[in-house]
C-alpha cells in the first residue's frame, strides 16, 4: 500500500473549541440565565422607577437598559405601568438607538414589513421568540440548516412556493403586543413640546421690563455714587498733596534764607 492510498484514507482531524470560545459560551449561556432571574427583573424595574420618580440620584446603567430593551414586549416581565414608564425613558433616546426601537416596532406592528429572512429573524428576537444573542456553534448549525434549506428548495419548486406562502403568515402574537409597539412608534415619532418659560406671557412683559429697568436704574444710581467718592477722594489727596509740597518749599526757602543770613553776619563780624 502506498503513501499516497494511506494519505486518502487517513481521517481528518476534528478540530476542537478553543479555551476562549469554551468559556464565551458558558459566559453566555450564564448571561441568558442571569437575564431570565427574577432579582435582574426586581434591578431593571427599581432602574426605571428611579429615572421617573428621583432623577437626581439615578444613574446610567448600559446592562439595565439592554434588558428594558429586550423585554419591552414581554407583558410578564414588563408589567403596564413599567412598560409607561420605559417608553418614556426611551423616548429620549438619540441617534442609531432610537432608529433601530422605531424600526422593531414597526415590524412588530405590521408583519407584513417582514418581508427578507433577516427581517423575519429581527422581528422573532424582538418579540422574545429567540434569544438575541447566540454562540458561535448555534451560529454555525443556523448557517447549515439555511444550506440545507436552500438546496431543498431548488431542488422542489412546489415546496418552495408552499414555503414562501406559509413564512408569510405572521407569528403568532399575544394580545397587547402589537398595541404596545404602536405606543413606542407613537412615543419615537411624535415632536417634542417646547413648554413656555414662566413669566414670558405679554401681560407679564411690561411688568418684567419695569423691574429690570429699576434693577439698573438703582445700579446705575450706585455706580454714580461710587464714582463720585472716588473723585472726591482723589481731589482731596491731590489738594493735600499740594499743600504738603508748598509747605515743604517754603520750608526750605526759610532755611535758605536764614542761612544766608547767618553767613552774612558772620563775615561782618570778622571786617
Known amino acids: 500500500m502506498s503513501s499516497s492510498d494511506t494519505e486518502a484514507t ?4 476534528v478540530k476542537r473549541n478553543t479555551g476562549a470560545q469554551i468559556k464565551q459560551a458558558n459566559r453566555e449561556k450564564q448571561r441568558i440565565f442571569r ?3 427574577i432579582e435582574t427583573q426586581q434591578h431593571a424595574h427599581t432602574y426605571l422607577t428611579t429615572w421617573n420618580c428621583d432623577k437626581s440620584s439615578w444613574k446610567f446603567n448600559k446592562a439595565r437598559q439592554l434588558w428594558i430593551i429586550r423585554h419591552l414586549y414581554d407583558s410578564s416581565r414588563m408589567p403596564l405601568d413599567m412598560f409607561e414608564i420605559a417608553v ?3 423616548a429620549e433616546s438619540m441617534g442609531k438607538l432610537r432608529d433601530t426601537l422605531l424600526e422593531d416596532a414597526q415590524l412588530v406592528a405590521n408583519p407584513t414589513m417582514a418581508v427578507t429572512d433577516e427581517q423575519k429573524a429581527q422581528r422573532t428576537r424582538v418579540l422574545g421568540l429567540m434569544p438575541s444573542h447566540v454562540t458561535k456553534g448555534d451560529a454555525k448549525m443556523q448557517k447549515r440548516a439555511k444550506a440545507s434549506a436552500k438546496a431543498e428548495d431548488a431542488k422542489d419548486e412546489k415546496d418552495e412556493e408552499a414555503k414562501k406562502e406559509e ?3 405572521p407569528v403568532e402574537v399575544e394580545v397587547g403586543t402589537r398595541e404596545r409597539a404602536e405606543r413606542i412608534i407613537d412615543a419615537l415619532t411624535k415632536p417634542k413640546v417646547v413648554e413656555p418659560v414662566v413669566g414670558d406671557s405679554d401681560e407679564e ?3 418684567k421690563k419695569r423691574k429690570s429697568d429699576e434693577k439698573e436704574s438703582k ?3 450706585k455706580a454714580k ?6 473723585s472726591e477722594k ?6 493735600k498733596d499740594k499743600k504738603d509740597k508748598k509747605d515743604k518749599s517754603e520750608k526750605k526757602d526759610k532755611k535758605d534764607k536764614s542761612e544766608k543770613k547767618d553767613k552774612k553776619d558772620k563775615s561782618k563780624s570778622k571786617e
Not at 455714587?225 to 472716588?230: C, D, G, Q, W
Not at 482723589?234 to 489738594?239: D, G, L, M, W
Open 10 to 13: 487517513a481521517p481528518k482531524p
Open 35 to 37: 437575564e431570565g432571574s
Open 88 to 90: 418614556r425613558y426611551l
Open 234 to 239: 482723589k481731589e482731596k489727596k491731590e489738594k
Open 205 to 207: 412683559k411690561p411688568a
Open 219 to 221: 445700579s446705575d444710581k
Open 225 to 230: 455714587k461710587e464714582k463720585k467718592e472716588k
Open 167 to 169: 413564512s408569510v403568515q
